[in-house]
């Protein structure tokens, strides 16, 4: 099964993440096969950036994602516009 995930990077107590698309066996920080975007919650701005042409291309795939990465998508209104655009495919 594939997954949308985050994967960490950063140092000590200064960590920010990159949204990767990875098979659900792959260790957390391990193999990925597509890099979607990036998370640093610890900047006030610029803090998520998502491709989000590739995320929902993903989506549409059947790639399930985190429940983090579920909540960061449903700040960027990506879960609406997945639901909305498999609507208009029926």
């Keep these: 099964m594939v ?49 989000e042409e590739r995320a929902l291309e993903w989506l549409s795939k059947g790639a399930q994602p985190s429940d983090t990465v579920k909540s960061l998508f449903n700040q960027l209104g990506l879960n609406a516009k997945f639901v909305e655009a498999k609507k208009n495919n029926k």
Aim: aromatic share 12%; hydrophobic share 25%; no cysteine.
């Design 3 to 51: 997954k949308i995930r985050l994967q960490r990077y950063g140092t000590h107590k200064s960590p920010y993440y990159r949204v990767v698309v990875a098979d659900s066996r792959s260790p957390r920080d391990g193999r990925f096969i597509e890099n979607i975007g990036y998370y640093h919650p610890l900047r006030s701005e610029d803090k998520l950036n998502i491709n």
